[in-house]
């Protein structure tokens, strides 16, 4: 005779439906990881059916997900309601640079503070991956390693209210970002210049030098966005 095998009906397995607020909420988060990441472009037009297709779902998830992100400022609703990541003019630029500075600041400032020698050795395999990826013009991948970087160390923070924050500054200048990366010659180690200024702030225990790394990141970035050279592209993006 065979033994029994004692089953637990599905019922009672503790699954949980997979209800709409599911699907809405998966859409809303892949499209703010691909606008953080800037897999979209400055002046990109989204269309909704479009996205419905890639994603597999119908068109209401996604209208819910991009009404969102309109109000987090990461997307903007034309006149004729056409939605398209924004292109920011010189004035909104600065200003995020200002915002990027106190709260980025904050949080790296406060990450080094906490941060332990095994942390401090994530941070260094990050930089190291990133160098060779800038290295080898592996633009996705500089890209993704540089948002590894800067998160992981704000997460070091333990500072629940600064991480989202910050997530909603990086939603504006995500596909900067990501076009920046492929204009600037990140060989040699330039990409990781200020990275590697943080980690030697964070091996000497000097939380304050570790801010002022990040906060040169940032102007640079910034300084790079607005440069003659590079501005009139995206104000060609707008058109």
């Known amino acids: 005779m065979e033994p029994r095998v004692s089953t637990l009906p599905i019922a009672k397995l503790g699954l949980s439906p997979v209800v709409r607020a599911t699907v809405n909420e998966r859409v809303h988060s892949d499209l703010r990881d691909l606008l953080m990441s800037g897999r979209f472009a400055p002046g990109q037009p989204l269309t909704i059916t479009e996205l419905a297709d890639a994603f597999g779902t119908s068109t209401q998830p996604v209208r819910d997900a991009i009404r969102k992100l309109c109000a ?28 990027r500075h106190a709260v980025e600041g904050l949080a790296a400032e406060l990450g080094a503070q906490r941060a332990g020698e095994s942390d401090i ?49 990086w939603l504006q200048l995500g596909p900067y970002i990501r076009h920046i990366a492929e204009y600037f010659d ?4 330039r990409g990781a210049e200020f990275h590697e200024l943080a ?12 801010r002022r790394a990040i906060e040169q990141d940032i102007d640079r970035l910034c300084a790079l966005i607005t440069d003659d050279n590079f501005y009139p592209r995206v104000r060609l993006w707008k058109a």
């Open 72 to 99: 987090e400022k990461a997307l903007e609703t034309l006149p004729n309601r056409t939605t398209r990541v924004p292109v920011l003019d010189r004035k909104q630029l600065a200003d995020l640079r200002v915002a």
């Open 121 to 169: 050795q994530d941070l260094v395999a990050i930089v190291e991956r990133e160098t060779q990826a800038g290295d080898e013009h592996q633009v996705e991948l500089r890209v993704r390693q540089n948002f590894d970087f800067h998160f992981t160390l704000y997460r070091l923070s333990d500072c629940s209210a600064l991480v989202p924050l910050i997530e909603s500054l």
């Open 186 to 189: 990140a060989r040699d180690g």
């Open 199 to 210: 980690l030697e702030g964070l091996r000497a225990r000097n939380p304050a030098a570790v």
